[in-house]
């Protein structure tokens, strides 16, 4: 075991992140992300379960989702009134946003390894994400 006094004298240079550093708190951002999101949906699917878990569905007609379901501001709407459905969907935006957050932690491990050619072709695939994201997006 280390001594916490051997940590007071580190300096800077000893503090420095490495490679390994980086892939470890990815793979941890991967992990912790999907954990959180399947949580979250098993959340809404017990709470929707509570709501409306006990009605007959009516597979005669197809109904579409309604907006709430499909921006942003409506899912945190449904959230402030406790709808289960918004509660699966925060789950599954979760999910989406754990790999975008992968490519920003990659991102950021290529500035300081001063990695140009890296740094500007995960740029580029960052911004094609959120481009194609918020593009057609209604908020």
């Known amino acids: 075991m280390v001594s916490t006094t051997n940590f007071k004298t580190m300096n800077k240079e000893n503090k420095r992140v490495t490679d390994y550093d980086m892939e470890q708190l990815i793979g941890q951002v991967l992990r912790y992300g999907v ?3 399947g949580a979250i949906a098993i959340i809404g699917g017990i709470w929707y379960l509570f709501q409306r878990g006990s009605g007959i569905p ?3 007609q197809f109904n579409g ?3 709430g379901y499909t921006s942003f501001t409506g899912i945190i709407k449904g959230l402030s009134r406790g709808s289960a459905t918004e509660i699966i969907q925060l789950g599954v935006l979760v999910l989406i946003s754990t790999p975008i957050l992968r490519i920003v932690f990659s991102l950021i491990s290529f500035v300081m390894e001063r990695d140009k050619l890296y740094v500007v072709l995960t740029a580029i695939v960052l911004s094609i994400i959120l481009f194609s994201m918020f593009a057609g997006l209604k908020v």
């Open 35 to 37: 954990v959180i999101s």
């Open 58 to 60: 009516n597979y005669t």
């Open 65 to 67: 989702e309604p907006a």
